[in-house]
C-alpha cells in the first residue's frame, strides 16, 4: 500500500507539473502572438493597368501565393493535425465576406504584411513564410499588391484556426515557424530587384523562396516545421551524389512539367510544390537553373 501511494503521489506531481507547463506554454505564447511591431516600410507603385494586373497575377503564381491561399485566393486549411499541432489557415486575401482585404486600407498594409508577416494592427501573422518574401523586387511587389487589390471578391466561412499545444511548444523551442515576423531583420530595408534574363543574379532572385525549404545554400535537409516522417527536402546544389550535379538541362526543365524525377520516380507536390515552377516561363527556369548549377556542390545537409 506505501508503493502504491508514493505511486499515486508520483503521478500527481507529474500531471500538476503538465498542467503548468501547458499553462505556461499557453501564456507565453499568446503573449508573443499579441505582440506589436512597429515597422517602417518601404514605398511601392500599385497599378491597375491590364500589364501590371497579368505580372501580379504571375508573381502570385510563381512565388507560391496561390500554393497557399488557392487559385482564387480564398485561403485555405495549411495545416489539420487537431488536437496538438492544431488547424492553420491561409486567410482569405479577397473582400469577399471574412476576407482581409476591407481591413488592409493602403499599399503599406500589404507591404507589411507580405515583407514583414505583420498584419494592419502590428501583430504578427500566423505562419505566413514573410521571411521567403524579403526578397522580392519593388517592381513585382507593387505588381503582386496591385493584383491582389483587384482580385474578384470570395465570400468563405470565417476562419476556424487553432494553435494546439504542441505547436506552441514546438515554436518556443525554435523547432516550428509559428510566428516568421520573429525571424525578420525589419530595420533591413534593402529593396532591390536584377534585371529579367537568363543570369545568374535574376536565378538566385527567383530562388528566394526555394530557401524556405531547401535552406539558405539549398542543400536541402530537414524541411523546418514538418512533422519527423516528412520527407528531406533534395538537395539543389550540383553535388553528383546527393544533389542535381547528374541531371541535364532538360531534365530540370522536364521535372517542372509532370513533377517527375530522371529516374521516373512521381514527386508529391504536396511535399515538393513543383507545380508552382511549372507556372515559370521557360526563360525564368532557365535563370533558376543558371543559378542552382553556380552554387558549390555541397552533401545533402550541407554538412
Request: proline share 10%.
Amino acid at each position: 500500500m506505501k508503493i502504491l501511494k508514493i505511486l499515486f503521489g508520483l503521478l500527481v506531481s507529474l500531471v500538476v507539473l503538465l498542467i503548468v507547463a501547458l499553462i505556461a506554454v499557453y501564456v507565453i505564447s499568446d503573449r508573443h502572438l499579441s505582440r506589436k511591431y512597429d515597422v517602417e516600410v518601404p514605398q511601392v507603385t500599385t497599378s491597375s493597368d491590364s500589364i501590371t494586373l497579368a505580372r501580379g497575377a504571375h508573381v502570385a503564381d510563381i512565388r507560391g501565393c496561390t500554393q497557399c491561399h488557392g487559385s482564387n485566393l480564398a485561403g485555405r486549411v495549411v495545416i489539420d493535425a487537431m488536437p496538438m499541432l492544431g488547424r492553420i489557415q491561409s486567410a482569405n486575401l479577397t473582400s469577399g465576406r471574412n476576407g482581409v482585404a476591407p481591413r488592409y486600407a493602403s499599399d503599406e498594409d500589404w507591404v507589411r504584411a507580405i515583407r514583414d508577416g505583420v498584419r494592419p494592427d502590428g501583430t504578427p501573422l500566423v505562419f505566413m513564410p514573410s521571411y521567403e518574401y524579403r526578397t522580392i523586387g519593388p517592381e513585382d511587389l507593387g505588381a503582386l499588391i496591385s493584383y491582389l487589390k483587384a482580385a474578384p471578391p470570395v465570400d468563405s466561412p470565417p476562419r476556424d484556426e487553432t494553435i494546439g499545444p504542441l505547436a506552441r511548444a514546438l515554436y518556443l523551442f525554435g523547432r516550428f515557424p509559428l510566428i516568421p515576423a520573429e525571424m525578420i531583420n525589419h530595420s533591413d530595408r534593402s529593396f532591390s530587384q536584377p534585371p529579367e534574363g537568363e543570369t545568374v543574379a535574376y536565378g538566385r532572385y527567383l530562388a528566394g523562396p526555394c530557401a524556405g525549404c531547401h535552406g539558405e545554400r539549398f542543400a536541402g535537409g530537414k524541411v523546418p516545421g514538418t512533422p519527423p516522417d516528412w520527407p528531406l527536402a533534395t538537395n539543389l546544389t550540383p553535388d553528383t551524389v546527393t544533389g542535381l550535379g547528374s541531371w541535364t538541362e532538360g531534365q530540370f526543365m522536364s521535372f517542372f512539367n509532370d513533377g517527375r524525377t530522371p529516374d521516373g520516380r512521381e514527386v508529391d507536390p504536396k511535399v515538393m510544390p513543383w507545380p508552382v515552377v511549372r507556372s515559370m516561363t521557360d526563360s525564368e527556369r532557365r535563370a533558376l537553373w543558371i543559378f542552382l548549377r553556380s552554387l558549390p556542390p555541397l552533401p545533402k545537409g550541407g554538412e
